[in-house]
C-alpha cells in the first residue's frame, strides 16, 4: 500500500504565500504522475497541478499557471506545490495524489491510485 501524506495548509491572507508538501513511501520515481487537487464542499475534486516521470513534464489548471509551481525532490520523496499571490478562490481542501503508472488521464481525479487525507488551505482576511 502506497503511502501518501500532505502537510502545509493553513490560513493565510490574499496576496500570501504557502507551501504544500505530499510525502510519499519509497521513492517518487516510482510513480507515473504525482498532483494536487482541490475540493470545495458540494463540488467535485479538481485537478490544481501534476508532475509526471516523463522528464518531468507538468499540467497546471489555467487559473493557478504562473502562480503555481510543483517540483519534486526525489531525495526527499516529496512533491511540492509553491502557492504565490493567493486568492480566496484558492481556498479548500488539497489532496495530493498517485498514478502508478503514467497513462490517460495522467492528471485528472479518476487516473490517481492512490490518496492522502488532504490538507486545508483558507485564503482569507
Known amino acids: 500500500q502506497v503511502q501518501v501524506a500532505e502537510s502545509g495548509g493553513g490560513l493565510v491572507q490574499p496576496g500570501g504565500s504557502l507551501r504544500l508538501s505530499c510525502k510519499v513511501s519509497g521513492s517518487v520515481l516510482d510513480y507515473g504522475a504525482i498532483g494536487w487537487f482541490r475540493q470545495v464542499s458540494g463540488k467535485e475534486r479538481e485537478e490544481v497541478a501534476c508532475?509526471?516521470?516523463?522528464?518531468?513534464?507538468?499540467h497546471y489548471d489555467p487559473f493557478v499557471r504562473g502562480r503555481f509551481t510543483i517540483a519534486r525532490d526525489v531525495a526527499k520523496n516529496t512533491v511540492y506545490l509553491q502557492m504565490n499571490s493567493l486568492k480566496p478562490e484558492d481556498s479548500g481542501n488539497y489532496y495530493c495524489?498517485?498514478?502508478?503508472?503514467?497513462?490517460?488521464?495522467?492528471?485528472?481525479?479518476?487516473?490517481?491510485?492512490?490518496w492522502g487525507f488532504g490538507t486545508l488551505v483558507t485564503v482569507s482576511y
Open positions: 508532475i509526471s516521470d516523463r522528464n518531468d513534464i507538468t
Open positions: 495524489g498517485v498514478m502508478s503508472v503514467f497513462g490517460n488521464d495522467w492528471c485528472a481525479p479518476v487516473g490517481m491510485d492512490y
